[in-house]
């Protein structure tokens, strides 16, 4: 009879699990909700999304959607940041190749079995290296400071992003309110069926 007993309570709590249907979320308009909901619907859709998976990212992305202002912000940090890449590139191409020769230079020098001979060429190959790095010394600062301003802009656009997104995860925070009562309730659930277990021999 007991058993009886634990299986029909057993059943009818899996049962009453199954019905309990999930509480729909309150509709307040707010970036993390559609965040999730752009992110599942092109993962539904088989689309590729374009978010990085960083809630942040997200969240920001969304409140773009419809701001020209933080548009605009945007595509500018974007380009920017294509053109310093793009001037660095060509900088860095033209000053890594003398650094090649002069690398490469230094190592055939090593092969050479002339003890002064060797020293001569080392000397001169080191003359014009240092030549050359006295002549590019303003390009390498300038280079440096643009690296560095580069770094700096992507600091403040993190900060920038965080700091703009802050509300609306708060603002979600109080569309989801959190409440012990369901909890509690399944915890009294679950007290129950361990104290049948306990009972049953």
Do not use: W
């Amino acid at each position: 009879m007991k058993k009886i007993l634990f299986v029909t309570t057993l059943v009818v709590s899996v049962l009453s699990c199954r019905e309990n249907k999930p509480r729909q979320s309150p509709t307040v308009e707010n970036a993390v909700d559609n965040a999730e909901s752009s992110v599942s619907s092109s993962i539904k859709k088989n689309t590729r999304y374009s978010g990085d998976g960083n809630l942040v990212n997200e969240i920001y992305q969304e409140l773009l959607k419809n701001n020209k202002a933080l548009q605009d912000l945007d595509n500018r940090i974007e380009n920017i940041q294509k053109e310093t890449d793009a001037v660095l590139s060509e900088y860095d191409d033209i000053m890594g190749k003398s650094q090649t020769y002069y690398n490469d230079a230094t190592a055939l020098s090593n092969s050479i079995t002339d003890s002064i001979t060797k020293r001569q060429i080392e000397n001169e190959i080191k003359a014009s290296s240092d030549k050359y790095d006295q002549k590019t010394q303003t390009i390498r600062d300038l280079i440096s400071k643009i690296k560095a301003n580069r770094a700096i802009l992507y600091n403040e656009y993190t900060v920038f992003k965080i700091r703009k997104t802050l509300p609306e995860i708060e603002k979600y925070q109080n569309a989801h309110p959190l409440k012990t009562d369901p909890l509690n309730q399944f915890i009294n659930k679950q007290n129950t069926l361990l104290e049948e277990l306990k009972k049953l021999k």
